[in-house]
């Protein structure tokens, strides 16, 4: 399941650093959360939840099957 966590993050990613900012992969739990860092601009940004939630976990979550959801760290 992390490689194509880090599949679906690579997708994203050109998004974030456009911006730059960045993500990165932290953990991924035996039960489908999955931990990710913010980096760069993408840390302070207030609109960062949205990036979060519209961004980053639709793409894993579209492509990766069995993960729930997704939380900065």
């Given at each position: 399941?992390?490689k194509?966590?880090?599949?679906?993050?690579e997708?994203?990613?050109?998004?974030?650093?456009a911006?730059?900012?960045?993500?990165e992969l932290?953990?991924?739990?035996?039960?489908g959360?999955?931990?990710?860092r913010?980096?760069?601009?993408?840390?302070?940004c207030?609109?960062?939840?949205?990036?979060l939630?519209?961004g980053?976990?639709r793409?894993?979550?579209?492509?990766?099957?069995?993960?729930?959801?997704?939380?900065?760290?």
């Open positions: 399941m992390e194509e966590i880090i599949m679906a993050l997708k994203v990613r050109p998004f974030l650093q911006d730059n900012g960045d993500v932290v953990e991924v739990s035996d039960d959360i999955v931990k990710v913010l980096l760069g601009a993408c840390e302070l207030p609109l960062s939840i949205l990036t939630r519209a980053i976990e793409s894993i979550m579209n492509d990766v099957p069995g993960v729930k959801r997704i939380e900065a760290v």
